[in-house]
């Protein structure tokens, strides 16, 4: 399946493949699919709760987009449980900002999660 890098910062023909494989010492991970890029090693979840269980969660982050798109989730977090915001509102709000539908497993670089951390962070 193609799908968008951020280390490769490209289209890639990602691999299917099991937790075993991504997350060995994670026996509870071992039979999820995720998507490999064989360039770089980087992988990404699926919706595997769902009726396409392969389907990525989004594009394939390095460990800086992983890390960013962390610190994201938790300011969301805080500024959710203030009650200043629901979900939908939240998302439309920074959708509305972006300029296109918003999550943040698409989020592919580091200066768009700067840009929408700091965007977040102004709604507080």
């Known amino acids: 399946m193609k ?5 490769c910062k490209k289209e890639v023909d990602a691999r299917l493949a099991n937790g ?7 026996e509870d991970l071992h039979k999820l699919p995720f998507w490999v890029c064989d360039q770089c090693g980087n992988f990404v979840g699926c919706h595997y709760k769902t009726k396409n269980r392969t389907k990525p969660l989004g594009c394939i982050p390095n460990g800086e987009i992983k890390n960013a798109r962390k610190e994201i989730h938790k ?13 939908k509102v939240l998302y439309a709000k920074i959708s509305e900002h972006l300029g296109r539908e918003y999550h943040t497993a698409w ?5 768009e999660a700067r ?8 709604l507080f």
């Open 107 to 111: 989020i592919k670089d580091i200066d």
């Open 75 to 87: 300011i969301m977090d805080v500024l959710l449980k203030s009650g200043k915001f629901g979900r």
């Open 115 to 122: 840009n929408i951390y700091i965007f977040i962070k102004s």
């Open 20 to 26: 075993g494989e991504v997350y060995p010492h994670r």
């Open 3 to 7: 799908i968008f890098c951020c280390e």
